[in-house]
T-cell receptor, first 112, second 113 residues
Framework: RKEVEQDPGPFNVPEGATVAFNCTYS??????FFWYRQDCRKEPKLLMS???SGNEDGRFTAQLNRASQYISLLIRDSKLSDSATYLC?????????????FGKGTHLIIQP | EAEVAQSPRYKITEKSQAVAFWCDPI?????LYWYRQILGQGPELLVQ????????DSQLPKDRFSAERLKGVDSTLKIQPAELGDSAMYLC???????????FGPGTRLTVL
């Protein structure tokens, strides 16, 4: 079974702080990694892909550790608008069904 | 910007009734997914299509759920009969190919009374 595990939180963080959360995955053959953001009662939207060398998009930094099978998301200078659920997503190919497995999400609350 | 379309956005039905949801993926996306998301959980894959063919329906409750994508473009997910436990958000997503980035539609929120 392909599993993706996340701390559900909630993480309560003051505005302007830095927050980080990790996600672990069980399938060592996983090949693609993403962070999605989901606002309450809305659809998930791609936040960023995660590359082997790590990547940054503005205040967001994502990193991949294949040896330990986890990915991380770091948010700097957090804004009130960052409050959302962050879904860790892992993809694989092979076995007849290629696809993505979603974690249950980490709930982030930025407090003024 | 191209989007995944879904309808209806909301559906309220009584148990034992039949319901159907429709999805139109982004043009050119060969892979289409139906997910079910219960509040507080991540999306769970119900069925995956590659063009008109089902690639994975291992988590689809086939006694009551059915899905089709006859021409390899839009898709319909049906539940018959609906049960109370089917109340959830039903999300459709598409991608150019698996396991590329998936783009989600706005979802259909189903309430079964």
């Amino acid at each position: 079974r392909k599993e993706v595990e996340q701390d559900p939180g909630p993480f309560n963080v003051p505005e302007g702080a830095t927050v980080a959360f990790n996600c672990t995955y069980s399938n060592s053959a996983s090949q693609s990694f993403f962070w999605y953001r989901q606002d309450c009662r809305k659809e998930p939207k791609l936040l960023m892909s995660v590359y082997s060398s790590g990547n940054e998009d503005g205040r967001f930094t994502a990193q991949l550790n294949r040896a330990s099978q986890y990915i991380s998301l770091l948010i700097r200078d957090s804004k009130l608008s960052d409050s959302a659920t962050y879904l860790c997503v892992v993809g694989w190919t092979g076995g007849g069904a290629d696809g993505l497995t979603f974690g249950k999400g980490t709930h982030l609350i930025i407090q003024p | 910007e191209a989007e995944v379309a879904q309808s209806p956005r909301y559906k309220i039905t009584e148990k034992s009734q039949a319901v159907a949801f429709w999805c139109d993926p982004i043009s050119g996306h060969a892979t289409l997914y139906w997910y079910r998301q219960i509040l507080g959980q991540g999306p769970e894959l119900l069925v995956q299509f590659q063009d008109e063919s089902v690639v994975d329906d291992s988590q689809l409750p086939k006694d009551r759920f059915s899905a089709e994508r006859l021409k390899g473009v839009d898709s319909t997910l049906k539940i018959q009969p609906a049960e109370l436990g089917d109340s959830a958000m039903y999300l459709c997503a598409s991608s150019f190919a698996a396991p590329d980035t998936q783009y989600f539609g706005p979802g259909t929120r189903l309430t079964v009374l």
